[in-house]
């Protein structure tokens, strides 16, 4: 499988490590009252789409940086893969 | 109390092979430091890097020389770099040096007896490293100056084009006599 890292280019799946689900990117806010079950949630419960799944990727074989990858999990076919820190800006973080 | 006066081995000894049509020289005269662009400060990083160094920053995945080529900066990433210079007799002070300077403005660490450096050059050199580099090194889409931090045999290896047929690969200096194994195996492969 090639991932295409958008600085660097096609680069093989082996340099990657894989972490899961892009909403990992929205930790809860610890001081939240119900933060609990928002870690809860946040911790264990996940969908398991058949299709198109957005995911965190890591380079840790390369520039060492976070990717949410659009990834058919039916297919593999990769569509569409961004840099994390962009993504989670684009969500209103600072980083 | 006695007196010790230390002196550092190169990690492969100084390697040097003339296979014929490629030949492998291990580099150990250079000095390297990272460079970690601080998350807000990358204009006031970059600013200081050019007044320091005469260099601007490249872009990510491609390498800069200073005019005298004293000075090397391998862009690894968006706020990521290595920084090779001329290695001083005690090891270390070219960092100390470079470190003071930049201060403040870019995280730096000594990263000069982390990494092994070999310089593959000659006509089948890419043969040889087409079999090992998941990278395509095709000069079409590898030119000269462009590099990658990749895996080559497991091993973390960073690869730079430095001309149509010579490249230096860094890899960790801990595993430095498998990388070269591996190398040198890839090598006999194709010749």
């Known amino acids: 499988m090639i991932i295409n890292h958008p600085l660097l280019g096609p680069r093989d799946a082996a340099e990657f490590v894989y972490l899961g689900d892009e909403s990992l990117i929205e930790r809860p806010d610890p001081n939240a009252p119900d933060a609990a079950d928002r870690f809860y949630e946040y911790g264990y419960l996940r969908d398991n789409p058949a299709g198109e799944h957005k995911e965190l990727w890591y380079h840790e074989q390369g520039d060492r940086s976070w990717l949410v990858v659009t990834r058919n999990t039916i297919t593999h076919q990769i569509t569409h893969v961004e840099l994390a820190r962009d993504v989670a800006r684009a969500k209103g973080r600072d980083r | ?191």
């Open chain 2, 1 to 191: 109390m006695a007196e010790f006066s230390l002196k550092a081995d190169a990690f492969l000894g100084g390697f040097h092979k003339d296979y014929g049509t490629v030949v492998v020289t291990e580099v150990t005269d250079r000095a390297i430091a990272s460079f970690a662009l601080p998350l807000g400060g990358e204009a006031q990083a970059e600013k200081t890097i050019k007044s320091v160094l005469k260099l601007d920053l490249p872009s990510v995945g491609t390498a800069a020389q200073s005019e005298d080529g004293a000075t090397t900066l391998l862009r690894l990433g968006k706020d990521q770099l290595f920084c090779l210079m001329d290695k001083q007799p005690d090891g270390h002070g070219a960092h100390r040096a470079l470190s003071e300077k930049l201060a403040g403005t870019v995280f730096t660490t000594d990263q000069s007896d982390v990494w092994v450096s070999l310089t593959i050059r000659g006509p089948d050199s890419l043969r040889a490293l087409e079999r090992i580099c998941p990278i395509d090194l095709h000069p079409g889409s590898f030119e000269v100056g462009a590099l990658a931090r990749t895996v080559m045999e497991h091993l973390g290896t960073v690869i730079i084009r430095n001309s149509d047929d010579e490249y230096t690969l860094m890899s960790a200096s801990s595993s430095a006599k498998s990388f070269l194994h591996a190398i040198e195996t890839s090598i006999e492969n194709v010749l």
